[in-house]
């Protein structure tokens, strides 16, 4: 059976930073084809591309993840009916969230004893951990707790109400949702699976993490008193990095559904959610010591497939480690094995096949790359992209 899978290839160049911590503070690192490589979690880098999407997509097409669900749902309710006072807003909300995804909604222990030493009103109620729905799906169950805001408890006993409450909750998900997954405990019947997945960046040479020694000197001290306000260390290591990212294009679709606003074809959320992504993944940079750094770095090289069988990551390029050439620097060589390894590898396996290819490249030392695919700038491979989505889309 055919599909519409969309891989990204991303190779970049980061100065001296530290872009994902471990619990120590130094920068995440990880052995692989037997030599210690620099490393950002996938995590990492979904987030920085989901926290891009706030400047690329409008706020209906996003969610919201957080355990105030309830303070976030309750000021919508608010807004549909500002004679409720925001206390009952809150046991609404609560109420009807837990019927739509099965959670607890409780103010939590720790909260309610503190406010209580105070002496003052027990706060909101919140979800034991994030909860993720989307704009639409808010605005919908704020308008269920509205409905029933006269005996809220027994209206969403009703079969047929608790019935739409969840289907409000599984439905019309927002871009971020439908891309990056939702993950409900106590609900699984309105899990999302993911239809993105990121791997870790790793860098394509071996790296040893480094020690910046650092002082802060005290601005009123006297002429005759020297030395350090305080000083510290902090780690960071330098890299360029292999990052990997695949969107399964169908499973998008059906996460997404068609046509969420009448004025639009039904292949135009679609196409939205994949530009987004593209970009997204692409430009953006978890912001880990950002200020201390200033690692704002674009990527040397994009190579976007879209192919018609499976994922396919060419990370196997680096499993042995690149050196540094005798000029230094690390990209003209990963580049010449890339441009080397793919061919080889979609050959072997029959994978280039019906697979369209398109290329961003900069400087010369990606030159090797050239004639791998179509050369475009970045926003005309993201229009590209959007648009051979959408016309495999219509196909039958």
């Known amino acids: ?76 309710i608010r807004r549909l009916d500002d004679s409720i006072e925001e206390k009952e807003a809150w046991t609404l909300a609560a109420e009807t969230i837990q019927t739509a995804t099965g959670s607890k909604i409780e103010v939590p222990k720790r909260k309610a004893d503190a406010a209580k030493k105070k002496g003052e009103d027990a706060p909101a109620p919140e979800s034991a951990y994030l909860m993720f729905l989307s704009t639409r799906q808010l605005d919908g169950l704020a308008e269920l707790a509205v409905e029933g805001r006269a005996d809220i408890k027994a209206f969403l006993k009703d079969k047929d109400v608790k019935k739409r409450a969840k289907e409000i909750a599984d439905t019309r998900h927002s871009i971020d949702i439908a891309l990056f997954g939702r993950m409900v405990a106590d609900g ?16 394509v040479h071996a790296v040893e993490n480094e020690f910046d020694y650092y002082t802060a000197v005290d601005d009123r001290n006297p002429a005759d008193e020297t030395g350090a306000g305080m000083i510290g260390t902090v780690e960071f290591n330098s890299a360029t990095l292999y990052r990997y990212a695949a969107l399964d294009v169908d499973l ?106 398109w290329l961003v490249r900069v400087g010369q030392g990606t030159a090797k790359l050239a004639g791998l695919g179509t050369e475009v700038s970045l926003p005309e491979l993201v229009t590209a992209v959007g648009a051979a989505v959408v016309q495999r889309a219509a196909t039958p």
Request: no cysteine; charged share 25%; glycine share 8%.
């Open 188 to 203: 699984a019947d309105i899990n999302v699976d993911a239809a993105a997945q990121v791997a870790h960046a790793i860098s």
């Open 252 to 357: 998008l679709r059906r996460n997404l559904g068609e046509g969420l606003r009448e004025d639009e074809p039904v292949t135009e959320p679609l196409r939205r959610a994949v530009e987004a992504f593209v970009r997204g993944f692409v430009e953006s940079m978890p912001t880990g010591k950002i200020n201390t750094f200033g690692n704002h770095t674009l990527p040397d090289v994009v190579i976007a497939k879209l192919r018609s069988s499976r994922p396919v990551s060419f990370v196997g390029a680096f499993e042995e480690p690149v050196t540094a050439t005798r000029d230094g620097g690390h990209l003209r060589q990963a580049s010449e094995r890339l441009a080397d390894y793919i061919p080889e590898i979609e050959r072997a396996y029959g994978v280039g096949d019906d697979t369209d290819t």
């Open 1 to 76: 059976m055919s599909r519409t899978i969309l891989d990204l290839h991303v190779l970049q160049t980061v100065p001296p930073s530290n872009l994902n911590r471990d619990d120590t503070g130094a920068p995440k690192t990880a052995v692989y084809g037997g030599v210690r490589r620099a490393r950002v979690s996938s995590q990492a880098w979904k987030r920085a591309a989901r926290m891009a999407f706030n400047h690329l997509l409008s706020p209906e097409d996003l969610g919201v993840r957080t355990k105030r669900v309830a303070e976030t749902l309750a000021e919508r």
